[in-house]
């Protein structure tokens, strides 16, 4: 499975659209950070919110992308992944990199998502009573860590010694 960097792009197209539809009905004094029943006990002003928000997102998403890049230039010794000499040797390390970029990618995407998903819920907490979404935000979670834990046994399972 390859996932194009394009595509890194909708993640920030959603967060604009959010921004878009919600910025003006915002308080000025945004809820941004909650306890584990949904209460508000964190709080920073609108633009320093949206300003976090893009500046998270373009962090996250420079590190995914940069991933493979720095892959590339890692001595194998380095890179951790199971069976890497195997995978890593001169006849098989460009496939095995173009694959691992493809699989890092996806993840990120997955990762991008989850935190537009997150922002919306806190978009709805203060356009709402300022309390933060419990079951959907538990749910993106357990969603969030289903994903990463599917992506690292599909790893192994795909890097194992062939036969």
């Known amino acids: 499975m390859t996932f194009r960097t394009p595509l890194f792009a909708v993640p920030f197209g959603l967060a604009a659209l959010q921004g878009w539809h919600t910025h003006k009905r915002l308080p000025e004094r945004m809820a941004t950070h909650f ?7 964190g709080w920073m002003s609108r633009p320093a919110f949206f300003a976090f928000y893009f500046v998270l997102l373009g962090f996250m998403a420079a590190t995914f992308l940069g991933i493979p890049a720095l892959i590339r230039k890692l001595p194998v010794g380095l890179i951790n992944l199971p069976n890497r000499h195997h995978w890593l040797a001169p006849e098989r390390r ?14 990120g995407l997955v990762t991008l998502l989850f935190i537009v998903a997150v922002m919306q819920l806190v978009l709805t907490a203060n356009l709402g009573d300022g309390r933060l979404p419990a079951r959907p935000m538990w749910t993106g ?3 969030i860590v289903a994903v990463t834990v599917g992506w690292t046994i599909a790893l192994f399972r795909h890097y194992r010694l062939p036969p």
């Open 35 to 41: 306890d584990f029943a949904g209460n508000a006990n």
């Open 141 to 143: 979670l357990a969603l």
């Open 94 to 107: 460009e496939e095995t990199i173009a694959d691992l970029a493809g699989r890092v990618r996806g993840l």
